[in-house]
Nanobody, 126 residues
Framework: QVQLVESGGGLVQAGDSLRLSCAAS????????MGWFRQVSGKEREFVAV????????YYADSVKGRFTISRDNAKNTVALQMNSLKPEDTAVYYC???????????????????WGQGTQVTVSS
């Protein structure tokens, strides 16, 4: 069982940056594909970014490509999401997610993940 805890959310202005962190416990996340999703109240949970088990491959939603960067440190059992040039439409609760996978990693549906954090709020004012 993997427990995930996000941190780093907050209130920022458009154009600012934020770095979200996801700390895993219970077992090592080596061998796990890790993703970030976000959700606005009343809407479906939306894929943001995913990283493969080694950190060598990443995939992003078009809406964040070029502005967000996902990374991981397997030694520290953490995953991060660096968010630059934030826009008001990036406002959402951001969730860290994981699933065991040594091969494929382009999992962009929330239903493909087994483990979730509790979420951290990101609010971007205009």
């Amino acid at each position: 069982q993997v427990q995930l805890v996000e941190s780093g959310g907050g209130l920022v202005q458009a154009g600012d940056s934020l770095r979200l962190s996801c700390a895993a416990s219970g077992r090592t996340i080596t061998g796990y594909t890790m993703g970030w999703f976000r959700q606005v109240s009343g809407k479906e949970r939306e894929f943001v970014a995913v990283i493969n088990w080694s950190g060598g491959s990443t995939y992003y939603a078009d809406s964040v490509k070029g502005r967000f960067t996902i990374s991981r440190d397997n030694a520290k059992n953490t995953v991060a999401l660096q968010m630059n040039s934030l826009k008001p439409e990036d406002t959402a609760v951001y969730y860290c997610a994981g699933r065991r996978s040594w091969n494929s990693f382009r999992y962009s549906s929330q239903y493909e993940y087994d483990y979730w954090g509790q979420g951290t709020q990101v609010t971007v004012s205009s």
